[in-house]
């Protein structure tokens, strides 16, 4: 059974940090891509990054303030997220999807974790 459980969320301050984590089971991270994408409220939910095992991918609006690095040992995938600015203020989701085809179209995407909480304000 495929399972996604995010963590690492929580209040910080703007030019702060945080490291999201989600943890898979189920399967085995090396043939999977991982997506984060986050919902803020009233909006769409938007792709964040992905990582797959040959190729990672940021959207325009985290390039250079977001890292996702993924440790198959532990089958667990990151997102380091720095810079953090109050428009990074959302529910950040993982998800994950078979192969190794990196994109940011949540439709593509199979499973789902529940989500973290990130709130950016002072």
């Not at 325009?60 to 890292?67: E, I, Y």
Request: overall charge positive.
């Amino acid at each position: 059974q495929v399972q996604l459980v995010e963590s690492g969320g929580g209040l910080v301050q703007p030019g702060g940090s945080l490291r999201l984590s989600c943890a898979a089971s189920g399967f085995t991270l090396d043939y999977y891509t991982i997506g984060w994408f986050r919902q803020a409220p009233e909006k769409e939910r938007e792709g964040v990054s992905c990582s797959s095992v040959s190729s990672s991918y940021y959207a325009d609006s985290v390039k250079g303030r977001f890292t996702i690095s993924r440790d198959n040992a532990k089958n667990t995938v990151y997102l380091q997220m720095n810079s953090l600015k109050p428009e990074d203020t959302a529910v950040y989701y993982c998800a994950t999807r078979r192969g190794a085809n990196c994109n940011l179209d949540r439709r593509r995407y199979n499973y789902w974790g529940q989500g973290t909480q990130v709130t950016v304000s002072s």
